[in-house]
C-alpha cells in the first residue's frame, strides 16, 4: 500500500515556472513506477509524464521540453518541474505508483494522490 501527498500547486502567469511534488509513504519507494497525470474541468484524466524505478522517463507531447519529471528515492519523493506554463496547462495535478511499468494509461496505476490544483493565467 501506498499513500500519495502532493504539493506544489498554484497560481502562476504564462510563461512561469512551478515544480510540484509527490512524497509516498512506504519503505519501496524505489521500486515504483510514478506519473503525473491532470485533469481539468469537463475533460478527462490525462497523461503528463513517468518515470521508471530505473529512472526512464515518458513525457506527453504537449509538454515536451517543458516539463521535467525526476526522483529522489532517498525522500520517497517525485518531482515535475513545469517550466514555460501555458494557460492550456492549467488543471488538477495527480501523482500516481504502480509496481509494473511506467505507462501512460489511468488504469495502469493503482495507487493515486487527491490532486493538487495549478492555474495558468493569460
Known amino acids: 500500500q501506498v499513500q500519495l501527498v502532493e504539493s506544489g500547486g498554484g497560481l502562476v502567469q504564462a510563461g512561469g515556472s512551478l515544480r510540484l511534488s509527490c512524497a509516498a509513504s512506504?519503505?519501496?519507494?524505489?521500486?515504483?513506477?510514478m506519473g503525473w497525470f491532470r485533469q481539468a474541468p469537463g475533460t478527462e484524466r490525462e497523461f503528463v509524464s513517468a518515470?521508471?524505478?530505473?529512472?526512464?522517463?515518458d513525457y506527453a507531447d504537449s509538454v515536451k521540453g517543458r516539463f521535467t519529471i525526476s526522483r529522489d528515492n532517498a525522500k520517497n519523493t517525485v518531482y515535475l518541474q513545469m517550466n514555460s506554463l501555458k494557460p492550456e496547462d492549467t488543471a488538477v495535478y495527480y501523482c500516481a505508483a504502480d509496481l509494473e511499468v511506467a505507462g501512460q494509461k489511468v488504469h495502469e496505476y493503482a495507487y493515486w494522490g487527491q490532486g493538487t490544483q495549478v492555474t495558468v493565467s493569460s
Open positions: 518515470i521508471s524505478w530505473t529512472n526512464s522517463t
Open positions: 512506504g519503505r519501496t519507494f524505489s521500486s515504483y513506477a
